[in-house]
């Protein structure tokens, strides 16, 4: 399986597909860069964060200054987003929710996989599933509106994984009161999900319905200070079909897209097109 995205900071992967045009995508690489408002970056850094040498980095900063979707900053040195790429962005956003922009990764996802794709929010110690895209195996009993608790998925371990410590704390000490007498192998969990998050991004569990089903989740989570949004994404199908090293490779291409969606959750947020 290989899903060509081309996230700043990370190679794009080798592709081919001699359709595809690679110096575009260097370019909306580039672009990918200025990813907070008001941010500004010298030629050098645009070539560091996408690890671009300096002449290529130069030589595609100053074909998007030419064609307005760069301009340079005040001060002179830097350069930032022009408005024909705020333009693009606006229009992108209005009128849209954040499962309606995820909704085209997560169809791709299915197609390529075989395997059902599904979009999850945290709410208190839960997870709620409010979006899917059904594969070759549909998990019984568990419809768009269905919750579970944090730690029963991986969506909701990856949720707990990203939090912030001081917020992930406060949420683990409210599953333990739930229920004390299951809270030490849920714990063991959480743990044990939060050390594999740190390695890899994300989060695997593959003993679900008694053994019958594995899935691979990564968080979409953006925080300040006390406000949070969270979301999971996640993969899943029969353990048979879903090797160990089939879970990880889906893992990092769920990786890949996370590059994608968590700018556009931060966007939504800040333009109040996303609730609190």
Request: aromatic residues 6%; charged residues 20%; positive net charge.
């Amino acid at each position: 399986m290989s899903i060509s995205f081309g996230v700043a900071g990370l190679r794009l992967p080798a592709s081919e597909d001699r359709n595809f045009v690679t110096a575009l995508a260097r370019g909306l690489d580039i672009l990918r860069c200025f990813d907070r408002p008001g941010i500004e970056l010298t030629v050098s850094e645009l070539a560091r964060r996408t690890q671009l040498n300096q002449p290529t980095a130069w030589r595609l900063s100053h074909t998007l200054l030419s064609c307005g979707f760069l301009v340079h900053a005040p001060n002179g040195v830097g350069l930032k987003i022009g408005a024909p790429a705020l333009t693009l962005g606006y229009v992108a956003i209005q009128g849209m929710s954040f499962p309606a922009i995820v909704l085209p990764y997560m169809q791709l996802l299915t197609r390529q996989t075989k395997a059902s794709t599904t979009l999850s929010v945290w709410q208190s110690i839960e997870i709620i599933s409010i979006q899917r895209c059904d594969g070759e195996f549909v998990a019984p009993n568990q419809p768009v509106g269905w919750r579970t608790l944090l730690t029963s998925v991986p969506s909701g371990l990856a949720v707990l994984a990203a939090l912030p410590p001081h917020i992930r704390d406060r949420v683990a000490a409210q599953l333990q009161a739930h229920e004390p007498h299951a809270w030490p192998k849920r714990a063991d969990r959480l743990a044990r999900a939060a050390e594999d998050y740190a390695k890899t991004g994300y989060v695997i569990r593959n003993e679900m319905l008694d053994g019958q089903y594995a899935g691979v989740a990564v968080p979409l989570v953006v925080a300040d200070g006390e406000t949070v949004a969270a979301w999971g994404l996640s993969v899943g199908g029969v353990t048979t079909r879903w090797t160990e090293a089939r879970l990880h490779e889906t893992g990092a291409e769920l990786n890949r897209i996370r590059g994608f969606l968590e700018p556009a959750l931060a966007t939504l947020r800040q333009t109040e097109v996303l609730p609190t």
